[in-house]
């Protein structure tokens, strides 16, 4: 993916369609998420299909071939995602938080530029749609460590109304 940093952070469209037509059941306190890293192959955009949105799909940006792993470290697929957390108690303000999510003890990962977060759980109206994905700001590495994505503060996205 073509990270350059206009492409941001973005909630998928078509999740946010899903949940509000009861197309999806997605449950952000209960459904297993997982976060999967990328490099910098393609160009990331939340104006996509469901089923180019989701993890694995087999024409879209978010393609194994374009993913980086680290063993069992931080596995094909990626890492589940902990502590879920969908807050609307603040005036104006709709977020979804999850704690900050680490690879295993000795990942040695290279230039991951962005992860895709996604829904592991449910299978329609596709299998493994997509939620967000999230820009890290440039090239992230690490050799024989631990590698963490750390959530913004606001949120892994956040909905101000």
């Given at each position: 993916?073509?990270?350059?940093?206009?492409?941001?952070?973005?909630?998928?469209?078509?999740f946010?369609?899903?949940?509000?037509?009861?197309v999806?059941?997605?449950?952000?306190?209960?459904?297993?998420?997982?976060?999967?890293?990328?490099?910098?192959?393609?160009?990331?955009?939340?104006?996509?299909?469901?089923?180019?949105?989701?993890?694995?799909?087999?024409?879209?940006?978010?393609?194994?071939?374009?993913?980086?792993?680290?063993?069992?470290?931080?596995?094909?697929?990626?890492?589940?995602?902990?502590?879920?957390?969908?807050?609307?108690?603040?005036?104006?303000?709709?977020?979804?938080d999850a704690?900050?999510?680490?690879?295993?003890?000795?990942?040695?990962?290279?230039?991951?530029?962005g992860?895709?977060?996604?829904?592991?759980?449910?299978?329609?109206?596709?299998?493994?749609?997509?939620?967000?994905?999230?820009?890290?700001?440039?090239?992230?590495?690490?050799?024989s460590?631990?590698?963490?994505?750390?959530?913004?503060?606001?949120?892994?996205?956040?909905?101000?109304?």
């Amino acid at each position: 993916m073509a990270w350059t940093g206009t492409e941001g952070s973005h909630i998928f469209r078509p999740f946010l369609a899903d949940v509000m037509g009861n197309v999806a059941a997605f449950d952000l306190d209960a459904d297993s998420f997982k976060v999967a890293l990328y490099g910098n192959t393609g160009t990331p955009t939340p104006n996509v299909t469901s089923a180019l949105s989701a993890y694995a799909a087999g024409s879209s940006q978010w393609v194994t071939g374009n993913e980086v792993t680290s063993g069992a470290a931080w596995p094909t697929g990626g890492v589940v995602l902990t502590s879920l957390n969908l807050n609307s108690g603040t005036a104006g303000v709709v977020f979804w938080d999850a704690a900050d999510t680490a690879s295993g003890a000795s990942a040695t990962l290279a230039n991951v530029y962005g992860v895709l977060v996604y829904d592991d759980t449910l299978t329609t109206p596709v299998a493994d749609q997509g939620v967000c994905f999230n820009y890290l700001g440039g090239a992230n590495s690490v050799t024989s460590g631990t590698f963490t994505v750390v959530w913004n503060a606001n949120g892994i996205w956040r909905a101000t109304l």
